[in-house]
């Protein structure tokens, strides 16, 4: 697991990164060691549980992903919001 990502679940609420992609991880190798992945760019994390309580909400989520999250890589639960 990513470092970036084994930290932000350990908060409480949880956070979601909400942007893991190829350019935001960065792979670090030494030599006679096993590589290591680093999750970069949090500048889309937020808490990992949402709660919506009106049309209103998930209109605002859907658009804040748009803004916010690289669509090739964004959740599919962020592109249309029950």
């Not at 309580?53 to 962020?78: F, G, I, K, N, T």
């Amino acid at each position: 697991m990513c470092e970036g990502l084994k930290h932000m679940h350990s908060f409480d609420p949880p956070y979601a990164h909400n942007d893991v992609k190829p350019g935001n991880v960065l792979i670090t190798r030494r030599k006679g060691q096993a590589p290591v992945a680093t999750l970069m760019d949090f500048r889309s994390a937020r808490p990992a549980r949402k709660q919506i309580r009106s049309h209103s909400e998930v209109l605002q989520l859907q658009e804040w992903a748009a803004e916010h999250c690289s669509a090739p890589y964004r959740a599919p639960e962020l592109w249309l919001c029950p």
